[in-house]
């Protein structure tokens, strides 16, 4: 494993590289919004990937390196993503297809971006469908709409019992429900086998290169 520190208009973020030898692709993650690439189901999906011969980067937002806990406003988020995989295809990922993805909040972030960065998949672990009910208010508006958006492949991982909800499939997206809840700590083996199945699959379509950026 290799960290990277990577400037963004938004301050330095961090990449955590970890190579795979003749990679197939490259799956670059981002974190939830209040923890970091060390969640158990960010391990399980950088794990599989490993697996079927993906090269995989954890990237931290610039918040987190800063020691702040709570995210910057969506805007900042998607500038500072796209700044670190702009620069990770550019240089250390050179050549090969990417799949963005990420848990939660960086779920949301890769699907904003994946058409901008040219991602040809996007994986999302435990995608915040609806943002919970507040005591006396009305109920806030789902984000749907930001997996519509996607038009590549797309595997949602999701808790039977998630408290943000549950993604319907579409054209192409897949719902995997695994034991648990938002967290997906329940069953991490569930996590890995179910993005190791999809990339496998997604694989079969990838290029063996790309030209580089």
Request: hydrophobic share 45%.
């Amino acid at each position: 494993m290799k960290a990277l520190e990577i400037d963004t208009p938004h301050g330095p973020a961090r990449a955590h590289l970890h190579a795979a030898g003749a990679p197939r692709a490259a799956l670059v993650l981002g974190h939830g919004a209040g923890g970091g690439v060390e969640a158990p189901d960010i391990v399980a999906a950088k794990d599989a990937a490993l697996a079927e011969r993906l090269t995989v980067a954890l990237v931290e937002q610039p918040y987190r390196v800063a020691g702040r806990r709570s995210p910057a406003p969506a805007k900042q988020l998607d500038a500072a993503w796209t700044a670190v995989v702009e620069q990770l295809m550019a240089d250390q990922l050179e050549g090969v297809a990417l799949i963005a993805g990420g848990r939660s909040l960086g779920a949301r972030v890769a699907c904003r971006t994946a058409a901008e960065l040219g991602a040809v998949a996007v994986l999302c672990l435990a995608f915040p469908l609806q943002p919970p009910a507040r005591k006396g208010k009305p109920p806030r508006p789902d984000r749907l709409e930001e997996l519509d958006a996607v038009a590549v492949p797309t595997l949602v991982v999701q808790g039977e019992s998630d408290q943000f909800g549950i993604p319907p499939e579409g054209a192409t997206r897949t719902v995997a429900l695994v034991p648990g809840n938002h967290s997906l700590r329940k069953d991490t083996e569930a996590v890995a086998a179910a993005v190791r199945k999809w990339l496998a699959g997604v694989g079969d379509g990838l290029p063996q290169t790309v030209n580089a950026r």
